[in-house]
């Protein structure tokens, strides 16, 4: 009896653990596309919104995020150095924002738009241009939200 009680106790214990750490891995963002999604070649593109059809927000993302990563290891190795390339390379500024899991969703969407016809090399002037623009449009506010908070000791 003493025994059922402690397996039922510990049990539950691990499925609060395994519950936790799957919200914590969404909150993270790692259980999306991943954020340069809109650089790669449309049939690309399309193989990892096959890949993310079928997940659900709050469910474990592990075989997506392995067959995410399987094609991107199919590319080449050109376009791989592109799009994991130095923040200190210039061409990494052709691309969305860092920040931009942390936008309203309203500028996500105008950012992604501008962004989703870009292919890698190419000038990205005009979208780097339209992305000022839309960033411009934001409120002080929502400014203020996108700051780090001060650690509170």
């Given at each position: 009896m003493t025994t059922t009680i402690f397996f039922i106790?510990?049990?539950?214990?691990?499925?609060?653990l395994i519950d936790r750490d799957r919200e914590l891995e969404n909150r993270r963002g790692r259980c999306k596309m991943p954020i340069f999604t809109f650089k790669l070649p449309q049939n690309v593109?399309?193989?990892?919104?096959?890949?993310w059809s079928s997940y659900t927000a709050g469910d474990d993302c592990t075989a997506q995020r392995f067959a995410?990563?399987?094609i991107l290891k199919k590319l080449p190795d050109d376009m791989q150095e592109?799009?994991?390339?130095?923040?200190?390379?210039?061409?990494?500024?052709?691309?969305i924002p860092p920040f931009f899991d942390k936008l309203p969703l309203s500028v996500q969407q105008k950012l992604f738009d501008?962004?989703?016809?870009y292919v890698i090399g190419e000038d990205c002037n005009t979208q780097l241009q339209s992305t000022r623009i839309v960033l411009?449009?934001?409120?002080?506010?929502?400014?203020?939200?996108?700051?780090?908070?001060a650690a509170v000791p």
């Open positions: 106790a510990f049990a539950s214990f691990t499925q609060a593109r399309s193989d990892l919104q096959r890949v995410t990563n399987q592109r799009l994991f390339v130095n923040k200190k390379n210039d061409k990494a500024l052709c691309s501008i962004w989703s016809d411009v449009s934001i409120s002080s506010e929502q400014w203020q939200d996108l700051r780090p908070r």
